[in-house]
Structures are given as structure tokens and as C-alpha cells.
């Protein structure tokens, strides 16, 4: 009766070995699932409060130069707080923020770069607006002579002195006035009924006029009275009188007091009206 017994004693024991070692087996894994678990917490914990972090930067008030600065400290501090025990996507989150905090930096000094030369692109680019401008004025004259010299070679204008007779061209200067193109003649001015004989019956007005002259009548710019410069309030400047005497019936057409000019009168040309549009922009 011994031995059976024996044998289901030592069969026992060794069951209860067996389990005793799947148990402990069973509570090894169990441990190690445990700080598995812990260290995911631990990492999920952290990368919850980085992203809080970068996420108060991206919302937070102040533009592009407050993101930048927010930005750029947070990498610091996230760099300044690396240790061993963090794993890999933590790392790697924290390289991440602080490459894109190096972009943005570099983005933010382009920016400042480009604003600090904008008013001088705009600067430059007023001025060749205005040499184009002057260019282009500068085009027109001269599409304005070569039309006149094209003409002229017809027509035979004369470019020395306007007398009677003589077939003259007249360019509408800046003034709106129409001044006799001559070599050796200057001050001659197209009258205003042959302005209004060559152009009542147009939209615009031409570039230049050519007529055969009638009659040329010589004028001095003469000063206006006192009376007349003067209110009995003295509410009117020397520079303001000096304007209305250039402005005014005796001086037309803007010219020194004292000087000389020549009103000349032409008739149109037989068979032509001789009247140029403007050329083409």
C-alpha cells in the first residue's frame, strides 16, 4: 500500500512544481506587460503635453512674429529636457518641433528681409514708371519730328524765319499751346482762332498743326496795372499776382514780363486739313 502512495505523493510534488513554475512564468509576463503599459502611459502622458504645448503656439495671438518666438522656445525647452529613458517617438516629436521651429525661423527673417526691401522695390520701380513716362513722351516727339520731317519733304515747311506765305508746323506743347517749330525763331504761337479752325470740329486734339501763314503779329508781355494785382484786402501774394500776370489775357502764354512773341495766323493747306492725330500707344 506504501509504494502507490509514494508514488502519488512524488506524482503530487511535481505538479505542484510545474504549476508553481507557469505561475511564476505567468506573473513574470504579467509584470513585464505592466511596464510596458507604464512606459505607453508615461510616453502618451508627455506627448500629450508637448502637443498642448505646440498647440497653444500655433493659436496664440500676436501673428507671424509671436508664433515664431513661441515656437522657438518651446524647442529649446524641449531640447533642454532630453533624457535616456524616453523612447523613440518622443525623440523623434521633439527633432520634429525643432526643425520646423528652424524653418519658421528662417521663414520669419525672409519675411522681415523682403518687407525691409519692398519700399525700396516700390521706390524703384515709382522711378521706372516715370522714366518709361519720359520715354515714352520722349517717343511720341519724336514719332511727332519724323511725321514733320516726313511732311516737310512734301510740303516744303519751313523750320527758319516764319514769314507770309510760308508753310509752318506747330506742336502742341505741354502747356496745351500750339508753338511754332523753327530753327532760328522762337515765341511763335498758332492763334487761337486758327486753333479753332483746325480743331473745333474734333474730339481731341492733334499732336501738331500745319498751315500756310496769313499773318504774324508781334507782341510784347506787358505787366498788369496795379489795380488789378492787388485786392483791397491784401489777400493776394506777390507769387499769386505773378501767376495771374502770367495767366492773364496780356500774357497768354506764360513768357517773362518784357519779353517778345509772335501770334501767327494760318490757313489749312489746299486739298489737306493737315491735322495729326495722336500715334498709336
Known amino acids: 500500500m506504501l509504494c502507490p502512495c509514494q508514488m502519488n505523493c512524488a506524482h503530487l510534488e511535481n505538479c505542484l512544481h510545474e504549476a508553481r513554475e507557469e505561475a511564476q512564468t505567468h506573473l513574470c509576463a504579467a509584470d513585464c506587460r505592466a511596464s510596458e503599459y507604464s512606459a505607453l502611459r508615461t510616453s502618451a502622458v508627455k506627448m500629450r503635453g508637448i502637443f498642448e504645448r505646440l498647440r497653444s503656439c500655433v493659436y496664440a495671438q500676436g501673428g507671424v512674429v509671436s508664433f515664431n518666438e513661441s515656437l522657438h522656445t518651446l524647442a529649446q525647452s524641449l531640447g533642454n529636457s532630453i533624457n535616456d529613458s524616453e523612447d523613440d517617438g518622443t525623440v523623434e516629436f521633439r527633432k520634429c518641433i525643432r526643425a520646423l521651429a528652424d524653418r519658421v525661423g528662417f521663414l520669419s527673417r525672409h519675411r522681415e528681409e523682403l518687407l525691409d526691401k519692398y519700399p525700396k522695390v516700390e521706390a524703384v520701380n515709382e522711378q521706372l514708371r516715370k522714366d518709361l513716362e ?5 517717343v511720341k ?4 519730328k519724323h511725321q514733320l520731317e516726313k511732311q516737310a519733304n512734301k510740303e516744303k515747311i519751313s523750320f527758319g524765319r516764319l514769314e507770309v506765305h510760308e508753310i509752318a508746323a506747330f506742336v502742341l506743347n505741354t502747356y496745351g499751346q500750339y508753338e511754332a517749330i523753327s530753327h532760328n525763331c522762337s515765341n511763335y504761337y ?3 482762332e486758327s486753333v479753332a479752325l483746325f480743331t473745333d470740329h474734333l474730339p481731341n486734339q492733334p499732336n501738331y498743326i500745319v ?3 496769313v499773318h504774324v503779329e508781334r507782341q510784347t508781355v506787358k ?4 489795380s488789378s494785382t492787388r485786392s ?4 493776394t501774394s506777390d507769387t499769386e499776382t505773378d501767376r495771374l500776370t502770367l495767366n492773364s489775357g496780356l500774357n497768354p502764354y506764360g513768357l517773362p514780363i518784357g519779353c517778345e512773341y509772335f501770334v ?3 490757313a489749312m493747306l489746299p486739298g489737306t486739313t493737315t491735322i495729326h492725330t495722336p500715334p498709336p500707344s
Not at 505787366?223 to 496795379?226: G, K, Q, S
Open 134 to 138: 519720359e520715354k515714352k513722351g520722349l
Open 141 to 144: 516727339t519724336l514719332y511727332t
Open 190 to 192: 498758332l492763334s487761337a
Open 211 to 213: 498751315g500756310q501763314i
Open 223 to 226: 505787366p498788369l496795372a496795379p
Open 232 to 235: 483791397e484786402n491784401n489777400l
Open 264 to 266: 501767327v495766323t494760318v
